[in-house]
């Protein structure tokens, strides 16, 4: 039984994974890749990604939709909560005054945290509100493409 839900679980994870990875995210798996990705120039927007059905259900979807847009960030990274811990904790560490919270999007400007959509922002909305508070945020942080 055990087996059988591990393997569940790696297949969740797995198709979590590939879901924001085919949106143009770059995943981010150690804290020396967090450092690294957050210290670039221009705008640079989190996807803490998670198993759970609002991540899957509305977060994803607005993190593949929100880039489709005039303005949206340089860069793209994501960490997996609860998969890659030690790159999901460093990556925390730079949004200051915010609890964790999964799933959720930070937006950093020349490495410096600007802004966070919560799970309480993200958990029991439409995509579309997710969209809209995120393309907001483009308006105001970034550059036209």
Do not use: W
Request: glycine residues 6%; proline residues 5%.
């Amino acid at each position: 039984m055990n087996m059988d839900f591990n393997f569940l679980m790696n297949d969740v994870v797995r198709q979590a994974r590939q879901e924001i990875t085919a949106a143009g995210y770059t995943e981010l798996t150690t804290p020396e890749e967090v450092d690294e990705a957050f210290a670039k120039k221009g705008t640079t927007l989190v996807m803490i990604n998670s198993v759970c059905g609002c991540a899957g259900g509305i977060a994803r979807p607005a993190a593949a939709h929100s880039v489709h847009y005039d303005k949206r960030p340089d860069n793209l990274v994501t960490v997996f909560a609860g998969q890659d811990k030690e790159a999901t904790e460093k990556a925390r560490r730079y949004f200051e005054g915010y609890p964790p919270s999964s799933p959720s999007f930070a937006l950093l400007k020349d490495g410096k945290f600007i802004t966070m959509v919560e799970r309480h922002e993200i958990e029991g909305h439409e995509p579309m509100s997710v969209i809209n508070k995120l393309q907001t945020y483009f308006d105001q942080y970034c550059e036209e493409i």
